[in-house]
């Protein structure tokens, strides 16, 4: 009788609902939960009133599933049958653990519908590299980080990295021996410049420090494990943490940009240059959705023996190992609190009581949703709380999003200048 309760209940949960999206008529799927969602970060239902089925275009990744960019800070994804199923399977939980107040990086979702005509399934989600305010934004550094040496740079100083692959099958893009001469002549198979700019870029992003305070370096550590132990208990493996860094010079140049409340704003000094960055990071983790298969094992006996080491092949306890633990080290709490006065420096402080703001821009942004989570400092007794603040209303604006490679998600911290100049990477 109870399981026939429980039955019961997941199917009412699940019946479809229908809506109107771009003139269509949609499902929507397991909606109870993500009106709770919807509700939690004050996402009106009609956040999807810009998106057109036309704007979705292939995206960046292995993947390449279909995304659309909304101009008020939203993405919508085209599912896989699996993509649908996993989601599907961890609807409740994901939302119980967006309502526990918990920090997360974990990307939020807020609708998961189907097209009937095509048979399709879709996810709206927030944007981690959506800036409220910003019609451009122009990111010092996007990486998209996996704990492994699949970890990639993706931007420089607003440019895209074109990827530049070397596969152990492509014999025709002559991937034997070459990375070891940058400059040679003889192969004229590929843009070398491109491969050298590409494997520096990777080398970076898996061996670079991020430079946060000690506050947010423990807050980060703190994060990802409850995050990762999430996704150990959903058995997915394949997941990226985004990370997306803006620079500027001064205080004053990021308070008029609204980013000076952001949880994972500091300030690092340029070994190289002796200049002070006034950094921001935005974080999310993406893609969670991957279970282990049999396509998964065979990918891994091959990448055992021509991929580099660690693996992002691997069973997911391996995986969420791999990924706390390097992304924990990889986070130093050298940092500079920009709102504690230094004799050196002389900052000074935030007007009002001493407070960081929440993961995103202008107060923490997920998907242009502000959300203020403030870190209450006590200076004198070095003592950290963390309460979980109120949310506003998505603002529009006529940012589009950063590209294929966008997430959800948000957050903050900084990044030190590679030693390596040559390439500019």
């Known amino acids: 009788r109870i399981q026939l309760m429980a039955d019961e209940e997941a ?20 909606d109870a939960h993500f009106s709770r969602m919807r509700k939690l970060d004050q996402v009106p239902m009609d956040f999807l009133k810009d998106f057109k089925f036309s704007n979705l275009s292939q995206g960046g990744g292995k993947g390449g599933s279909p995304l659309a960019f909304t101009p008020n800070g939203f993405i919508v994804k085209e599912l896989s049958e699996g993509d649908h199923e996993s989601l599907l399977e961890m609807t409740e939980s994901l939302v119980e653990l967006m309502e526990s107040k918990n920090h997360s990086f974990l990307c939020k ?6 097209d009937p005509e095509t048979g399709k399934f879709y996810a709206a989600m927030g944007n981690v590299f959506y800036v409220r305010g910003q019609k451009k934004s122009i990111w010092k550094y ?18 895209k990295i074109k990827e530049i692959h070397k ?49 947010q370096q423990k807050l980060f550590a703190k994060t990802i494990a409850t995050d990762v132990e999430f996704l150990l208990s959903r058995e997915v ?36 240059t002796g200049k002070l960055e006034y ?35 691997v069973r997911p306890p391996l995986y969420a190992m791999q ?5 924990v080290a990889k986070f130093v709490g050298d940092g500079i609190d920009p709102f504690e006065e230094d004799d050196d420096t002389k900052l000074g402080g935030r007007s009002g009581n001493n407070t960081l703001g929440g993961f995103g821009s202008n107060g923490g942004s997920v998907g242009g949703v502000e959300l203020s989570s403030h870190l209450e400092r006590k200076t004198r007794q070095g003592s950290l709380s963390v309460h979980m603040g109120s949310v506003s209303k998505p603002v529009v604006t006529d940012q589009p999003g950063s590209g294929p490679e966008s997430g959800l998600g948000s957050g903050g911290a900084s990044m030190r200048q590679p030693k390596d100049t040559e390439t500019g990477i």
């Open 109 to 114: 979702f807020y609708l998961h519908f189907e």
């Open 11 to 30: 199917k009412a949960m699940n019946e479809s609902k229908m809506m109107e999206l771009d003139e269509k008529k949609v499902n929507l799927i397991a």
């Open 323 to 327: 990924f706390r633990t390097h992304l």
């Open 167 to 215: 596969r152990f099958y492509m014999f025709y893009n002559c991937w034997f021996g070459c990375d070891s001469c940058f400059k040679c002549t003889c192969c004229e198979c590929c843009d070398w410049t491109d491969r050298e700019k590409y494997i520096n870029g990777k080398n970076f992003a898996f061996d670079g420090k991020l430079h946060v305070t000690k506050a």
């Open 279 to 313: 950094l921001v990071y935005f974080l999310g983790i993406v893609d969670y959705f991957q279970k282990w298969n049999t396509a998964k094992t065979i990918a891994n006996c091959i990448k055992s023996v021509f991929a580099p080491h660690p693996l992002s092949t």
């Open 142 to 159: 996007l990486f998209d980080l996996k704990g492994n040496r699949d970890d990639k740079l993706m931007h420089l100083d607003g440019r």
């Open 237 to 272: 493996m394949d997941y990226s943490l985004l990370v997306g860094v803006q620079s500027f010079e001064s205080m004053e140049a990021v308070k008029e940009a609204g980013l000076d409340r952001n949880d994972f704003f500091c300030i690092y000094k340029n070994e190289a």
